[in-house]
């Protein structure tokens, strides 16, 4: 009936068949319209108070990368295990809440699992996933690309690593990366950009992660390579069953645990979203579990989560640090071995079940509690999230070289003494850091997302 009328004021109008051929042009140029819309990420700000939690990383992550480097005894798992009293009661107490890198990077992968797939589960049109896939690796490259190739300039052309090991050496720091790598040349700094990207497995291990300050370059890669087992999952949702969504999730989740996988995490953080989205989550969430006359409110069982998992870390930091790493020998080595974890790198990234717990424990309660969510929907929480990856990029390098020739420039004066240059350190790094991280920000990170769309875009034309 459209077309036919459509083809009548054609026929009828004086240049009928022209008029047509503008009016269909003009259709062509709303219907590529609506189409860019569609495919621009949905956001739901009932949500925003992720981006807040990826702010509060901020956080711990920094101060993870400056007490590594200046302060070693004070976090958990360094290799550091002797020092002053304050620093070992550190170690054992708030270490374990704030400054814990295994715990924090592997909030970090499963809280991108847990956003990534937002714009999907909102709107489950095929545009969407196809944007978000395609944007993704865009997004994520060009930022990494100019992270290393400042490090190149940095360490390779200019400061070079040995006063990373005189500093090593000088404050007997056996736990920093002071064996950073410095490029041979640009060649071979491209290509460790093109290996963030490409390496299947041992992510630690590659040339781009030994160059970056802190060698924690490899979440990149995780991040990037579940991205996909996430939109590959993901697409199941708008057409099966919930019930068996969860069941199947759970199958999956335990067998990522099993050969010690990421996706043991990443799948978990779907399931979550999926569960607040479609399922009613955080309703659902806040009626008690009855157990035959007894109910119990569900948030004992969260909290239970994140006890149990923070009452181990405490142990392995306290009473049995020779069990922290007893979990490797019961996952499979697929990805690695491919048998039974017959070795025990300890240096590598790990996949805790401590972590999990109390991560899981806590997403349960954030997802199922608005009083929770405002904590961290908040403007600083939020204006650093929105920022995090610069953050992520730019604090290792300028604790690394800033920090540490500060330090060393003013421990060789004798008007200063060791604390007064952590001290003016600390300042240092988390002044220029702020600065520096918003310029990457905007000038790196900002721009990055926007070319990805304008790209998309484009190749949609």
Known sequence: MAAASDELSAE?????????????DIKNVAIFR???????????KTQDYLVGVRGFLVIQSFLWVFLQTFVPATVKGSANTTGPAYQLALRKSLSVLFWNDSLIYSSIILLSARTTCLPFLLNPEKIVVASSAFRRGLRLWFPTAAALVICYIAFSKNLGAQYLFDFANATSNYSMHAD????????????????????????????????????????????????????????????????????????????AFWVYSWAWFSITGLLLADAVVNMDFGTRSKIPLKIGPVSIPKWTLYILLMVAGFAMQFTWATARPDLANAELQYHTGLYSTGGLYTWNDVNAPQLRSDNYLVILGFFLLLDTYE????????????????????????????????????FMHMTTNPSYNTANARGASFVACLATTI????????????????????VFDWIRE
Not at 12 to 24: E, V
Not at 34 to 40: C, E, G
Not at 376 to 400: C, P, W
């Open 12 to 24: 009828s109008a004086p240049g009928g068949k022209l008029r047509s051929h503008w009016f269909n």
């Open 34 to 44: 609506q189409k860019k819309d569609a495919a621009l990420s949905a956001h739901d």
């Open 180 to 255: 950073i790598y410095t490029m041979p040349n640009s060649l071979a700094n491209f290509n460790s950009i093109f290996n963030i990207f490409w390496v299947p497995y041992n992510f630690s291990y590659q040339a781009g992660n030994w160059a970056f300050p802190t060698q924690t370059l490899w979440i990149v890669t995780a991040l990037f390579q579940q991205s996909y087992t996430v939109f590959t999952a993901m697409l199941i949702a708008p057409y099966t069953r919930a019930s068996w969504r969860v069941k199947g999730c759970i199958i999956f989740i335990s067998t």
């Open 371 to 406: 009083w929770v969510q405002r904590l961290f929907n908040n403007a600083m929480f939020l204006y650093l999230g929105r920022r995090s990856f610069s953050y992520f990029l730019i604090q290792s390098i300028i604790v690394y070289t800033l920090g540490i020739k500060l």
């Open 435 to 454: 600065v520096a991280a918003e310029a990457f920000y905007r000038l790196v990170d900002r721009p990055s997302q926007a070319f990805a769309r304008m």
